[in-house]
Nanobody
Framework: VQLQASGGGSVQPGGSLRLSCAAS????????MRWYRQAPGKQRELVAS???SDDATVKGRFTISRDNAKNTVYLQMNRLQPEDTAVYSC???????????????WGQGTLVTVSS
């Protein structure tokens, strides 16, 4: 099982980015998916989470969504500010097969830089 994050980049303040994180490999169900970020010199923090039934929790002005058919979670980031600069990472609770407990998987980080 792998999680692949993408969509980071450099934008000016007020700009937008959409991050994606796709799960691939052999599994039967992707449960809760989450986005974290870690800014330089700061601890990692939870940005948003979404369950397999689309119950979402978001911290701040971003929007989280998912496409269960594609096993992908998205983070739409609008009105970005310099303080949003961070490495954004995703994780997910994934069940490899029925009868087994879920396991937590992490994707690699993607860098978001907001600067004028």
């Amino acid at each position: 099982v792998q999680l692949q994050a993408s969509g980071g980049g450099s934008v000016q303040p007020g700009g937008s980015l959409r991050l994606s994180c796709a799960a691939s490999g052999s599994f039967v169900r992707v449960h809760t998916m989450r986005w974290y970020r870690q800014a330089p010199g700061k601890q990692r923090e939870l940005v948003a989470s979404i369950t397999s039934s689309d119950d979402a929790t978001v911290k701040g002005r971003f929007t989280i969504s998912r496409d269960n058919a594609k096993n992908t979670v998205y983070l739409q980031m609008n009105r970005l500010q310099p303080e949003d600069t961070a490495v954004y990472s995703c994780n997910a609770d994934i069940r490899s097969n029925w009868g087994r407990a879920t396991a937590l998987y992490w994707g690699q980080g993607t860098l978001v830089t907001v600067s004028s």
